[in-house]
């Protein structure tokens, strides 16, 4: 296990879980946005794959984080 402080990891596995998060409300604005304005179903599509590769990104966090734990 780390050296770090408690504290300091759990500050990095919060500050790690967050930017997938945020890019996955990012993404889903601009999915409303680009329904509302009709935009062409590959935009919308294009829009879905980073969702879903943001969404894969914070289950591996996770199941990092799980690994660590279960150690």
């Known amino acids: 296990m780390s050296t770090r402080p408690r504290g300091t990891r ?3 596995i919060a ?3 967050t930017q997938p998060l945020a890019a996955l409300t990012n ?3 601009a999915m409303q ?3 509302d304005q009709g935009e062409p179903g590959e935009s919308i599509a294009a829009l ?3 969702a879903a ?3 894969e990104r914070a289950r591996d966090i996770v199941r990092r984080l799980q690994e660590q734990i279960e150690r």
Do not use: P, V
């Open 48 to 50: 879905l794959a980073g």
């Open 53 to 55: 590769a943001q969404t």
């Open 27 to 29: 993404l889903i604005a």
């Open 33 to 35: 946005i680009a329904l």
């Open 10 to 12: 759990l500050s990095a």
């Open 15 to 17: 500050h790690e879980l």
